[in-house]
């Protein structure tokens, strides 16, 4: 990016300083060195993985938007791209890595079983969508995306965090809460925020007629 593309609107730069000073906004130094700095997780779940990986090869390179260091630790990255089937056996794991994260930090849902389960939406051992346990900022459609669409998700996230405003994000709140409950994998995928609920749910009816896992499910979609 050149320096002049950094100026603020409305700000009137003098000829003979053009191209070298620029005056702007915190917001926007802020947004652009984090926009073009992205660390994204090294970390796959089925076949959408592959054509991650190739969207990291030099055919298609993210290291031309600053993302080359895909970082083997939850600690070291920023964006979490879940590329693949989500698994019920997988999702603590999942949570466990989100939270593991530092601020800030966005998830791209990468293909249609991240998204909402793909072809295996009604499988008994699948989530419909990680966005069930995680917030996701960007949604890629496909199954499996090209490398070409995962880039272009990967731009308009990048789009999205130049729009953020440091008085408005939600990490610098006092109330802000960071912490997911791990999900816990019992006779059924337990979502520890819908606890009280499949507890009511399981005192005021007969489980042992409907069956515990039934009892989640119907809990799950309320
Ligand atoms: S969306 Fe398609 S390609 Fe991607 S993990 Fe699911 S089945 Fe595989």
Known sequence: MSVEALNSPGINIPPELQGQISVTTLDR?????????????????????????????????????????????????????????VTKKMVPQIVRLYNQMSEPKYVLAMGACASGGGPFKEGYNV?????????????????????????????????????????????????????IPVPVLGPDLIDLRKYQSIRDVTMAGEPEKKGFTVIIDEVNHE
């Not at 984090?34 to 076949?47: H, Q």
């Not at 272009?152 to 006092?174: M, T």
């Open 29 to 85: 130094i802020y947004n652009w060195s984090r926009a073009n700095s992205l660390w994204p997780m090294m970390f796959g779940l089925a076949c959408c993985a592959i054509e991650m990986m190739i969207t990291a090869s030099s055919r298609f390179d993210f290291s031309r938007f600053g993302m080359e260091v895909m970082r083997p630790s939850p600690r070291q990255a920023d964006v979490m791209i879940v590329s693949g089937t």
């Open 127 to 179: 989530v419909s969508g990680i966005d069930k346990f995680i917030p996701v900022d960007i949604y890629v459609a496909g199954c499996p995306p090209t490398p070409a669409a995962l880039l272009h998700g990967l731009i308009v996230l990048q789009k999205k965090i130049e729009q953020e405003k440091l008085s408005e994000v939600e990490w610098y709140r006092a109330d802000f809460q960071e912490e």
